[in-house]
């Protein structure tokens, strides 16, 4: 019986491009788990944001949520990672990462700090056209957007994760500016690309 070492795919991109389809897609292509870091930490986040006497929607901009609250948002889904890599199962982690990227040597850090067992790291690039992206943040209308919207230059300006470099990780992009999620080019590069 051949084992096969199970994947996790870190599905980045700026809000609004569309990371949580594509890795609901990825999580049902590749049978892994699916890891939604607002699903998993967002009932702790605002309760934290509010005993602190912040709104609960106001993340960029806020000093509390960006050194206090965040660091333990990623410690958590990483290690509910580690857990499921344990168990065998592949993971796909839906969450935009963008801190960490200046870090070149990040996912050999997360991969020893949080005890990961063997695994193949897969970098998802979503990319979208700043337009079409400003038009999806406008159109779905969460208050959590109102600072990318009114600094739109600013935030496009750190959205594109190009300046993510990690190591140890294969990177692959993913054009998501059709109408409908299509993940069959992109699965057949990650299984051309399989070791």
């Not at 609901?24 to 870091?37: S, T």
């Not at 934290?48 to 050194?67: A, H, I, T, V, W």
């Not at 949080?114 to 337009?131: D, K, N, S, T, Y």
């Not at 300046?163 to 699965?187: I, P, T, Y």
């Amino acid at each position: 019986m051949t084992s096969t070492i199970p994947r996790v795919f870190f599905v980045i991109g700026p809000a609004g491009s569309g990371k949580s389809s594509v890795s609901r897609h990825l999580a049902e292509r590749f049978g892994a788990a699916h890891i939604d870091k607002d699903t998993a930490t967002i009932r702790f986040t605002e309760l934290l944001l509010k005993l602190n006497g912040s709104d609960p929607n106001e993340r960029d901009n806020n000093e509390f949520y960006q050194n206090v609250i965040m660091p333990l948002e990623y410690a958590s889904i990483l290690d509910l990672t580690r857990d499921n890599l344990r168990a065998g199962n592949s993971v796909v982690l839906d969450a935009p990462f963008g801190r960490f990227f200046p870090d070149d040597d990040y996912l050999a850090k997360v991969q020893a700090e949080h005890q990961w067992p063997e695994a193949e790291l897969i970098v998802v690039h979503v990319r979208l056209a700043g337009e079409a992206l400003r038009r999806r943040l406008i159109a779905r209308g969460y208050p959590r957007d109102e600072w990318k919207l009114a600094n739109w230059e600013t935030f496009w300006a750190g959205a594109q994760g190009d300046s993510c470099r990690w190591k140890e990780a294969r990177h692959l992009d993913f054009d998501n500016s059709g109408a409908a999620v299509d993940v069959n080019d992109f699965a057949a590069a990650v299984t051309a690309g399989a070791a």
